[in-house]
T-cell receptor
């Protein structure tokens, strides 16, 4: 049981480049989300999904896109990378949005130069 | 002002000692309050989840308490081990379609 798997672990991008962070879970969870973690700040929600075909914006959605074509996968796309998007990104999943344990991936370290 | 404030920011203790981490929140009402452990370079891992009606929840050597009157939660770690060295994050779930509110965490270092 792999849980939540994120790839890549590390990535360096040039300003203006685009890329996709991959996230997959094997727990058949309906709720998935993407967070970013910056020094001195709590985790902040970028986008989330309550099920296949349904996505919505979180607190800091600008510059990011998501899609949810299957229950298992929830990729995060950076459309045109900016230095302000240098951060650690975490994908998370849970059975529902309210009460159940949230499982986080191991993180993706992204540097935009 | 942050809705979830954690203290201390960092803490160093000797192996085998107990410690208590604090979380003060201003949000009310809330659905549940969670504590996570985040090892360096890893994702957060859930320790406890408490609803507003629960006073205490244990997970091995970790015990979380909740005082809804004073809007405080604490995480007590008993007989600390070197592997307890990590950041501990307090998280509040508000009712409705709102994001989780994360504290900035307390960085705990357990030394031999």
């Amino acid at each position: 049981n792999a849980g939540v798997t994120q790839t890549p672990k590390f990535q360096v991008l040039k300003t203006g480049q685009s890329m996709t962070l991959q996230c997959a879970q094997d727990m058949n969870h309906e709720y998935m989300s993407w967070y970013r973690q910056d020094p001195g700040m709590g985790l902040r929600l970028i986008h989330y999904s309550v099920g296949a075909g349904i996505t919505d914006q979180g607190e800091v959605p600008n510059g990011y896109n998501v899609s949810r074509s299957t229950t298992e996968d929830f990729p995060l796309r950076l459309l045109s990378a900016a230095p302000s998007q240098t951060s650690v990104y975490f994908c998370a999943s849970s059975r529902d949005r309210e009460r159940n344990t949230i499982y986080f991936g191991e993180g993706s370290w992204l540097t935009v130069v | 002002k942050n809705q979830v404030e954690q203290s201390p920011q960092s803490l160093i203790i000797l192996e085998g000692k107990n410690c208590t981490l604090q979380c003060n929140y201003t949000v009310s009402p809330f659905s549940n309050l969670r504590w996570y452990k985040q090892d360096t370079g890893r994702g957060p891992v859930s320790l406890t989840i408490m609803t507003f009606s629960e006073n205490t929840k244990s997970n091995g050597r970790y015990t979380a308490t909740l005082d809804a009157d004073t809007k405080q939660s604490s995480l007590h770690i008993t007989a600390s081990q070197l592997s307890d060295s990590a950041s501990y994050i307090c998280v509040v779930r508000l009712p409705g379609n709102t994001p989780l509110v994360f504290g900035k965490g307390t960085r705990l270092s357990v030394i031999a």
